[in-house]
């Protein structure tokens, strides 16, 4: 069983900054892509940013230069680093992982979600 569980949503007034994290857990034998996404009320699920396992970075047009997306292997753990928020950021954010099991089994796994809202 594989778990992911994100962390660090909450208020931010724009222009301010958050970090969320999200820390997977359980039968792990390696974690491939790393992935966030969101999805604001009304609209449809989007990609924020991806990391692969080397460390390769993607991010939607409309974070670039704000949002950075890191990992810790170690740790099991990617951060989303969100600076200059702004107002439309606003949205649940889902952390996304790609992970071989022990049994060899590579699946798709998703956190719980969690709320950012920016104020204007």
């Known amino acids: 069983q594989v778990q992911l569980v994100e962390s660090g949503g909450g208020l931010v007034q724009a222009g301010g900054s958050r970090r969320l994290s999200c820390v997977a857990s359980?039968?792990?034998?390696?974690?491939?892509?790393m992935v966030w996404y969101r999805q604001a009320p009304g609209k449809q699920r989007e990609l924020v940013a991806s990391?692969?396992?080397?460390?390769?970075?993607n991010y939607a047009d409309s974070v670039k230069g704000r949002f950075t997306i890191s990992r810790d292997n170690a740790k099991n753990t990617v951060y989303l680093q969100m600076n200059n928020l702004k107002p439309e950021d606003t949205a649940v954010y889902y952390c996304?992982?790609?992970?071989?099991?022990?049994?060899?089994?590579?699946?798709?796994?998703w956190g719980q979600g969690t709320q950012v809202t920016v104020s204007s």
């Open positions: 996304n992982a790609d992970i071989r099991t022990f049994r060899l089994s590579d699946d798709d796994y």
């Open positions: 359980g039968n792990i034998f390696r974690i491939n892509a």
């Open positions: 990391i692969s396992s080397g460390g390769s970075t």
